[in-house]
């Protein structure tokens, strides 16, 4: 951090400046559309907490999106934790309640609904082929290597649930926290603003999450099982699932299940689906060999 980040300056770093609260209120808040409120702040532990809270309060509704220009203690699965430098990125949280019409058995596709969207989004605005691994990760490619740019988490709140999403935008090499990660920028961006960057993610994600809702939830009626089929790099793979109380299961990721699990294709010849676990991906997907 330099000595200008310290200070607060919201300006510290010409090549990063801050989102535009005004711009994207107005671009995304409207009388027939989901999203309810944009709120932006300089730093938070945490949007999703943040979220989670004011759900659980009553204070916020559905539609209510929280960014963070910073984010000082963000979290993933397994309540990993990690950090990056101010206005690098996006780190935002999103409220969606998907009603009595979505049976709660359904939710569990949220976050693979975000992934989705989210992939669309940057396909369309930052010109990025982004890759989805199973069940939470965003991937790019730098310098023809996999990395992992971003990612996803889904929590319940009451009768609602709060859907993060993180997403590295201009950090650079040097920055990287660990030598796996990526972000748009590295994987060659045509944009790294990230005001229409954040309109367009949220522009597909509302448009996704009301075709999954119309649907009841059903992810095949509203094609969201096999679109992220598409776009799931973990299919086709050999991979090893570390599983909860420190089980493993290697096998080859078949499909995708109606319920969002993953289908491992063990060798004892029987197809065995995965709902929680850690994800490693131990060979290519053949049209990568």
Sequence with gaps: MTPSDASGNRWSDLDRPPLNTTALRRGLLRPDGLWTSVDVVPRTGSTNSDLVAAATSGTAEEGAVLVAE???AGRGR????WS???RSGLFFSVLLTPGPGVPVARWGWLPLLAGV???T???RSAGVDTALKWPNDLLVTVDGAERKAGGILAERAGDSVVVGIGLNVSLRAAELPVPTAGSLALAGARSVDRDPLLRSVLRSLEEWYGEWRRAGGDPGACRLQEAYAAGCATLGRTVRAE?????ELVGEAVAVDGDGRLVLATGDGLQQ???AGDIV???PAPSEE
């Design 281 to 283: 991906h131990l060979r």
């Design 117 to 119: 969207a989210t992939a």
């Design 70 to 72: 910073e984010q000082s």
């Design 121 to 123: 989004a940057l396909s």
């Design 84 to 86: 990056a430098p101010p």
């Design 243 to 247: 599983l909860p109380g420190g089980r």
């Design 273 to 275: 689906p995965v709902g």
């Design 78 to 81: 397994l309540d990993r934790t």
